[in-house]
T-cell receptor
Framework: EDQVTQSPEALRLQEGESSSLNCSYT??????LFWYRQDPGKGPEFLFTLYSAGEEKEKERLKATLTKKESFLHITAPKPEDSATYLC?????????????FGTGTRLKVLA | DSGVTQTPKHLITATGQRVTLRCSPR?????VYWYQQSLDQGLQFLIQYYNGEERAKGNILERFSAQQFPDLHSELNLSSLELGDSALYFC????????????FGDGTRLSIL
């Protein structure tokens, strides 16, 4: 069964304390892995797309990496404004139909 | 601003009623997706339309239906509402190509009393 699992469920960091969020997946026919940021009461905001193992993308304090089984979102020297829920999603090719599966997210809180 | 517009922002109604949620995709996007997000289940994919035709179906109940119109806006119809249908309903759109990211609206919060 296609599955996306994110860990940890919640994470509290001090400002400047770097860490990583994990997204592990079991899908057939991976077409892409997406990272989103979601603020309370808002829709998910697109951050990155990764297509193949070994690929890396960076944006400000965020860096996403991809292996054949998991993706990491590294947060370097986070600031309070990085507090949000981070969602991982995969697009899988199931017999010619593309489906999207979201993880349940990691709630990140960065303390000043 | 993602460019995806959802209306209304909030809906309060009673069990057994029917509601319609509306979504306008980003300019140029042909694909529209509907999701349900509740506290204990995360984002659940409901249905996808591409240029007016149903493309993929997820965990959408038979009481729910959707359509995409020639101007590419989409509507999600929820009928015979139950307390458990209370949730945030998101619409997303994506550009041409098979593995494009989705861009989300800010959702409609549906409360069933």
């Amino acid at each position: 069964e296609d599955q996306v699992t994110q860990s940890p469920e919640a994470l509290r960091l001090q400002e400047g304390e770097s860490s990583s969020l994990n997204c592990s997946y079991t899908v057939s026919g991976l077409r892409g892995l997406f990272w989103y940021r979601q603020d309370p009461g808002k829709g998910p905001e697109f951050l990155f797309t990764l297509y193949s193992a070994g690929e890396e993308k960076e944006k400000e304090r965020l860096k996403a990496t991809l292996t054949k089984k998991e993706s990491f979102l590294h947060i370097t020297a986070p600031k309070p404004e990085d507090s949000a829920t981070y969602l991982c999603a995969v697009q899988a090719d199931t017999s010619g139909t593309y489906k999207y599966i979201f993880g349940t997210g990691t709630r990140l809180k960065v303390l000043a | 601003d993602s460019g995806v517009t959802q209306t209304p922002k909030h809906l309060i109604t009673a069990t057994g009623q029917r509601v319609t949620l509306r979504c306008s995709p980003r300019s140029g996007d042909l694909s529209v997706y509907w999701y349900q997000q509740s506290l204990d289940q995360g984002l659940q994919f409901l249905i996808q339309y591409y240029n007016g035709e149903e493309r993929a179906k997820g965990n959408i109940l038979e009481r729910f239906s959707a359509q995409q119109f020639p101007d590419l806006h989409s509507e999600l119809n929820l009928s015979s509402l139950e307390l458990g249908d209370s949730a945030l309903y998101f619409c997303a759109s994506s550009g041409p190509g098979s593995n494009q990211p989705q861009h989300f609206g800010d959702g409609t919060r549906l409360s069933i009393l």
